[in-house]
């Protein structure tokens, strides 16, 4: 049996990849709210509530990141910094990790970052809410709605390597770049 081309073949894929989003989207939205508790976090300006980093808005979405450590963390906040704007018409957005509030706002401000800032200090929040299962931390987003007094988890997703969220592996594999042999270059090597 002959072989699709590979240009009939990734047609089939990229056309099987937008109906696995839509779907993903679809799936998304009948998940059922949990609802969480009002988690403290530490920022430039002393402790705040989760209910306090939604602002004026009925969700939020705190983005997980490992730290300045992570090459990984540290593109996908790049890639998510650009689209920062556009999430902030909709949500309230916070990067979250476990380093100081201080040190957080010197490696944002390194990168350019445009971020919110809260220091969940490896502490409750992050060992309950972490976006993948039961570890301890793990990059990813997660988005949270007011319901009246209570905070409801809508969503949670990892981030990794080939994921919806980072636009820059789809773009990279335009030239015929293998996601294996790379690693991200910036991180912040002053601790």
Same mark, same amino acid.
């Given at each position: 049996m &002959?072989?699709?081309?590979?240009?009939? +073949? *990734?047609?089939e894929l990229e056309a099987q990849l937008? +109906?696995?989003?839509?779907? !993903? %989207? &679809?799936v998304r939205a009948q998940q059922v709210p949990v609802e969480v508790e009002n988690y403290i976090f530490q920022t430039l300006n002393g402790s705040v509530s989760l209910s306090e *980093?939604? =602002?004026?808005? #009925?969700? *939020?979405m705190l983005i997980h990141n490992m730290g300045s450590q992570c090459?990984?963390?540290? *593109? /996908?906040?790049? =890639? !998510?910094?650009g689209h920062l704007p556009h999430l902030e018409s909709v949500l309230?957005?916070?990067?979250?990790?476990? #380093?100081? @509030?201080?040190? &957080?706002?010197?490696?944002?401000i390194d990168r350019g970052w445009r971020f919110n800032l809260a220091s969940h200090g490896g502490g409750q929040y992050i060992k309950d809410q972490c976006v993948f299962g039961q570890a301890?931390?793990? @990059? =990813?987003?997660v988005v949270y709605r007011k319901d009246g007094d209570k905070i409801m988890r809508l969503n949670r997703a990892p981030f990794g390597g080939g994921d919806q969220f980072n636009a820059f592996y789809g773009l990279m594999?335009?030239?015929?770049?293998?996601?294996?042999? /790379? %690693?991200? &270059?910036?991180?912040?090597?002053?601790k």
């Open positions: &002959q072989q699709p081309d590979p240009a009939t +073949k *990734l047609k937008v +109906k696995l989003n839509e779907e !993903i %989207e &679809q *980093l939604f =602002g004026q808005r #009925e969700q *939020l090459r990984f963390c540290t *593109l /996908w906040a790049d =890639g !998510i910094n309230s957005v916070v990067l979250v990790s476990h #380093e100081s @509030p201080a040190y &957080q706002r010197k490696f944002a301890d931390n793990y @990059p =990813g987003a594999s335009l030239a015929d770049f293998d996601s294996n042999a /790379w %690693e991200p &270059q910036y991180h912040y090597d002053e």
